[in-house]
């Protein structure tokens, strides 16, 4: 291609995304803001999506959103299947068993690829591996099975009716590589970046605990890389791996971020010292506890800062985890805080909508940040407090993304063994020396890094 892409007429993007707003998944934020900021540049974009009401959304001129349906899949019988042994179980069983079996996360997408006999089915031996190999058959790709075909096929009409530039598709879930995969022009005409926000194989690994999916998601991502025109990691740490195993593609990255405007209309306007609470030291971890996100370190250090703090003052201090987490999950947060007798201050209520969650982090004194085992990705979490200007505790190790993105951030950083770290770290929270400003010269606001997205855009494009 070589048309002059200055003209708007020919700075036409695709964006192939399974989640955007108003749905609570914080994945569908990265090119939700992105895309807003590309039209206010002058780009025309269209983005595709599953989420239900993301065409009533508020968008600028030049950005049109497509809702596209999902189909229904085998995998969703099964799940409906599983859904009525639990109900007859709780009714025979009574309240205490229904808890037990049904609580934690039916709404959350990643519980509901568990269902499927992946990686929620944790039954031991021949016949419990059994089943998570059928189960995971069952339910592959993951979360977004059921949208390939339809997201396909509209993708293949954009491109015939709207002729875009240059195309995008952002996962996990990365089946949406695969929609793209299918509808893109069999010329490959159009440009494609494959927008990684986490490797393939380690989110399969999250959803379809079977013993085969390594090897085959690792299998579906190098394909998809290497189909490619370019491909986007949110860490250096992820490029850096990719351009090792796939030398012959073009890697880059481009950090996430927040739309800092949107971020602040949802977030409580009053002062800080106007707002309910803020007489409290509130420790807020915000999201999902799944897979590796061990919340034990935390409760542990909170404990720590407790022990340092006048008795007096002690009642002032809450730890909370809003968000889905299973049963085995509100057991564990429960076992340590009474161990460490904080019980009365620690908490886990459950998750809450996308509009109440912004305000309550709004409010919190420090924000925690669970990113155990993850060498590679970053939860979006630390940017949402960056951007509110947040104090951040990121518990991971040392040498991971999350370890640098946090240090560039104006996080505290912490291994999940260093207690004390953390205990000195919220009491420099608790006195007000550690503010969570940002470092000068750094930005998260989506409006700052489109230019960037726009410079790796035009340069695929001019490639072709």
């Known amino acids: 291609m070589t048309e002059d892409l200055r003209d708007s007429d020919q700075r036409r993007l695709l964006v192939v995304a399974y989640h955007a707003p108003p749905g609570r998944a914080i994945g569908g934020l990265r090119w939700w803001g992105l895309s807003k900021h590309l039209a206010l540049r002058g780009w025309r974009v269209h983005l595709l999506t599953s989420q239900e009401g993301a065409a009533q959304e508020a968008v600028p001129s030049g950005m049109t959103v497509e809702e596209v349906r999902q189909l229904a899949t085998p995998n969703d019988a099964y799940r409906a299947f599983k859904r009525r042994l639990h109900e007859r179980r709780r009714k025979r069983n009574g309240p205490s068993q229904a808890a037990s079996a049904g609580r934690g996360g039916r709404s959350d997408s990643r519980a509901r690829d568990r269902d499927a006999g992946g990686a929620g089915s944790r039954e031991k031996g021949p016949l419990g591996e059994l089943g998570r190999d059928l189960g995971g058959i069952l339910a592959f790709p993951g979360e977004g099975q059921g949208w390939i075909l339809p997201a396909s096929r509209a993708v293949r009409r954009a491109h015939e009716q709207w002729a875009p530039s240059v195309t995008v598709s952002t996962g996990p879930p990365h089946s ?10 069999p010329d490959r005409s159009v440009p494609w970046v494959v927008d ?7 989110t399969a690994r999250a959803h379809l605990d079977a013993s085969w999916t390594p090897l085959v998601f690792s299998r579906l991502e190098a394909s998809v890389i290497q189909a490619a025109d370019h491909t986007l ?24 971020g927040v739309d800092l405007s949107a971020l602040r209309e949802g977030a409580d306007p009053r002062p800080r010292r106007e707002r309910p609470g803020s007489q409290e030291f509130h420790v807020l971890h915000l999201g999902t506890l799944y897979y ?27 730890l909370s985890f809003i968000g889905t987490a299973s049963a085995a999950y509100r057991a564990r947060i429960e076992g340590v805080a009474r161990e460490e007798e904080v019980q009365g201050h620690v908490e886990a209520p459950g998750p809450v909508p996308r509009e109440e969650a912004l305000q309550i982090l709004s409010r919190a004194s420090v924000s925690l940040v669970l990113a155990q085992n993850q060498k590679t990705a970053v939860p979006a979490k630390i940017y949402e407090a960056a951007g509110l200007g947040i104090p951040a505790l990121v518990i991971t190790e ?4 999350s370890a640098g993105a946090g240090r ?30 940002l470092p000068p010269g750094v930005s998260v606001d989506y409006r700052e890094l489109s230019a960037d997205a726009e410079a790796l855009l035009l340069r695929t494009v001019q490639r072709r």
Not at 176 to 185: M, N, T
Not at 196 to 202: G, K, L, M, N, Y
Not at 239 to 256: D, K, M, T, V
Not at 408 to 429: E, F, K, N, T
């Open 196 to 202: 990684f926000r986490d490797p393939w194989a380690d």
């Open 398 to 401: 040392s040498g991971s993304a």
């Open 292 to 318: 590796n996100r061990d919340p034990v370190p935390a409760v542990r250090g909170f404990a720590e800062l407790l022990r340092t703090l006048p008795e007096s003052e002690r009642g002032r201090a809450r």
């Open 408 to 437: 560039r951030l104006g996080a505290r950083v912490h291994d999940p063994s260093d207690i004390q770290g953390m205990a000195r770290a919220l009491r420099a929270a608790w006195s007000g020396e550690w503010t969570g400003a």
């Open 233 to 256: 990691t949110t860490t250096p740490e992820l490029a850096e791996i990719y351009r090792r195993r796939f030398s012959g593609s073009q890697i880059g990255f481009l950090p996430n």
């Open 176 to 185: 949406v590589h695969l929609a793209v995969a299918c509808g893109r022009p």
